[in-house]
């Protein structure tokens, strides 16, 4: 089983900042891409940052200046750091990664990739 766990959020007054974290733990043989997507009620899941699977980062529209992702690759964990919050900014954050698990049985690894959803971190941005 992989499972990814998000921490760090919260409440933030508007021009605060925010810094969330997600660990990916459980047979993991590699992890292939993993970022930050977030979502607001009535409004579809939105690209934040991501690494991909090419070790290049993807932000989302509009997001590339106030949102910084960074990654600590043997702890397979990803960090977004988030500055100047607006109200607009407020929303579920979920991590998101493609992850190659590995598992052995019969004497033989097999390889399988999955993709995995955070539970989600609440941000709350208001004075």
């Known amino acids: 089983q992989v499972q990814l766990v998000e921490s760090g959020g919260g409440w933030v007054q508007p021009g605060g900042s925010m810094t969330l974290s997600c660990s990916a733990s459980?047979?993991?043989?590699?992890?292939?891409?993993m970022g930050w997507y977030r979502q607001t009620p009535g409004k579809q899941r939105e690209l934040v940052a991501t690494f991909t699977s090419i070790g290049e980062i993807e932000y989302g529209d509009s997001m590339q200046g106030r949102f910084t992702i960074s990654r600590d690759r043997a702890k397979n964990t990803v960090y977004l750091q988030m500055i100047s919050l607006k109200h607009e900014d407020a929303a579920v954050y979920y991590c998101?990664?493609?992850?190659?698990?590995?598992?052995?049985?019969?004497?033989?690894?097999?390889?399988?990739?999955?993709?995995?959803w955070g539970q989600g971190a609440q941000v709350a941005v208001s004075a």
């Open positions: 998101n990664a493609d992850i190659t698990v590995r598992t052995f049985a019969g004497g033989i690894y097999s390889y399988t990739s999955t993709g995995r």
């Open positions: 459980g047979n993991i043989f590699n992890v292939i891409a």
